[in-house]
T-cell receptor, first 117, second 114 residues
Framework: DAGVTQSPTHLIKTRGQQVTLRCSPKSGHDTVSWYQQALGQGPQFIFQYYEEEERQRGNFPDRFSGHQFPNYSSELNVNALLLGDSALYLC????????????????FGDGTRLSIL | QKEVEQDPGPLSVPEGAIVSLNCTYSNSAFQYFMWYRQYSRKGPELLMY????GNKEDGRFTAQVDKSSKYISLFIRDSQPSDSATYLC??????????????FGTGTRLQVTL
């Protein structure tokens, strides 16, 4: 049973560039959430996708955008990169198919480490 | 003030010790409580998940929730060097439609020494 997979594992960009990160959810999961984890901090919620639509959003600027595909995989796009965007970007998946979907825990991938020079 | 407070540590204990990790929170709407373990250069791994006050046990791990005090704990019995990691508490409110967003603590770095 494949877990959450993310690519690439590590990425180096310069200020002002754009980046796309990818996530495949755990088998059977249909909801994908993205988190940003700065060094020494807990993950911060960016947004969540379900049925190819953004359902919830955290306190992140419009430079952060996303997409979900019909196979439930997802992309996170960040434009006009800033030094402060350097972080570990985590994808988490969950399922709405179970009877009590609001209770379903989220499972994380190993993240993409983004470094901005 | 952060919604979830967690002592960042580091916490160093000898092998075999009982470890106590704690978080406090200010948002009384939080209904679900989780503990994740994160090894260096890895993603968070779900350890415990609970939504009621009281204790929940799973092997060497016990999660405790006190909603009246807005306080949660994770106890690790017979700690092992392989338990050395960062432990993150996470919480969420009840959401309709999809899973609710998680609010995390800063994480506590634990080192179990031989």
């Amino acid at each position: 049973d494949a877990g959450v997979t993310q690519s690439p594992t590590h990425l180096i960009k310069t200020r002002g560039q754009q980046v796309t990160l990818r996530c495949s959810p755990k088998s059977g999961h249909d909801t994908v959430s993205w988190y940003q984890q700065a060094l020494g901090q807990g993950p911060q919620f960016i947004f969540q996708y379900y049925e190819e639509e953004e359902r919830q959003r955290g306190n992140f600027p419009d430079r952060f955008s996303g997409h979900q595909f019909p196979n439930y995989s997802s992309e996170l796009n960040v434009n006009a990169l800033l030094l402060g965007d350097s972080a570990l970007y985590l994808c988490a998946s969950s399922s709405t198919r179970d009877r009590d979907y609001s209770n379903q825990p989220q499972h994380f991938g190993d993240g993409t480490r983004l470094s901005i020079l | 003030q952060k919604e979830v407070e967690q002592d960042p540590g580091p916490l160093s204990v000898p092998e075999g010790a009982i470890v106590s990790l704690n978080c406090t929170y200010s948002n009384s709407a939080f209904q679900y409580f989780m503990w994740y373990r994160q090894y260096s250069r890895k993603g968070p791994e779900l350890l415990m998940y609970t939504y009621s006050s009281g204790n929940k046990e799973d092997g060497r791990f016990t999660a405790q929730v006190d909603k009246s005090s807005k306080y949660i704990s994770l106890f690790i019995r017979d700690s092992q060097p392989s338990d050395s990691a960062t432990y993150l508490c996470a919480m969420s409110t009840l959401n309709t439609g999809t899973a609710s967003k998680l609010t995390f603590g800063t994480g506590t770095r634990l080192q179990v020494t031989l």
